[in-house]
């Protein structure tokens, strides 16, 4: 695709619910990131990937959050369980080198995640 | 691990004037700058980048600087415009390390 998808674009989920993300990045994009942005803040690293190798999820909030990203290219994050300081906006970033700096990352438009 | 702080939190210029956004950053080992744009409802986009190695980097009217020393870098907009007012972040990496991003500047431009 043009550019990195992500759906859906909002989700309403009930406390309690478990929810899982998507993340379409860029074709051949080795890097693939996530982060939680909260109203009014900077994103928040969550996990990062290399092809389908998860490197670092040192900041996973929790052990309700899991990513995956079994093929290296579409990436699941899913949350169990969900709890009101959940909500924020859930944003996927790819690159095409493992190297950043070298090649920019690209966001998607993020989704909006609303624990009720 | 690497810390990034971005001020001010909330910038009001002039249409035409300049803007300044400062940040600093805690990892000597970051080497790679980015500045991202982030317009209301919509995803972070990179406006300009600047990596270890140079201190200066220009893009018409955007400037950012760096100073590996003193551990700063710095987003300059000139003759700003309506179009300009957005969140702007900051960030940092060591290239094998995933981006860290400041807190973000809410830039209003005032026609």
């Known amino acids: 695709g043009a550019g990195v998808s992500q759906s859906p674009r909002y989700k309403v989920a009930k406390r309690g619910q478990d929810v899982a993300l998507r993340c379409d990045p860029i074709?051949?994009?080795?890097?693939l990131f996530w982060y939680q942005q909260a109203l009014g803040q900077g994103p928040e690293f969550l996990t990062y990937f290399q092809n389908e190798a998860q490197l670092d999820k040192s900041g996973l909030p929790s052990d309700r959050f899991f990513a995956e990203r079994p093929e290296g290219s579409v990436s699941t994050l899913k949350i169990q369980r969900t709890q009101q300081e959940d909500s924020a906006v859930y944003l996927c970033?790819?690159?095409?080198?493992?190297?950043?700096?070298?090649?920019?990352?690209?966001f998607g438009q993020g989704t909006r995640l609303t624990v009720v | 691990g690497e810390n990034v702080e971005q001020h001010p939190s909330t910038l009001s210029v002039q249409e035409g004037d300049s803007a300044v956004i400062k940040c600093t950053y805690s990892d000597s080992a970051s080497n790679y700058f980015p500045w991202y744009k982030q317009e209301l409802g919509k995803r972070p986009q990179l406006i300009i980048d600047?990596?270890?190695?140079?201190g200066e980097k220009k893009d018409q009217r955007i400037a950012v600087t760096l100073n590996k020393t003193a551990k700063h870098f710095s987003l300059h907009i000139t003759e700003t415009q309506p179009e300009d007012s957005a969140v702007y972040f900051c960030a940092a990496s060591s290239g094998n390390t995933p981006l860290v991003f400041g807190k973000g500047t809410r830039l209003s431009v005032i026609a």
């Open positions: 074709s051949g994009h080795v890097s």
């Open positions: 970033a790819s690159s095409l080198s493992w190297v950043l700096g070298l090649t920019e990352a690209f």
């Open positions: 600047i990596r270890s190695n140079v």
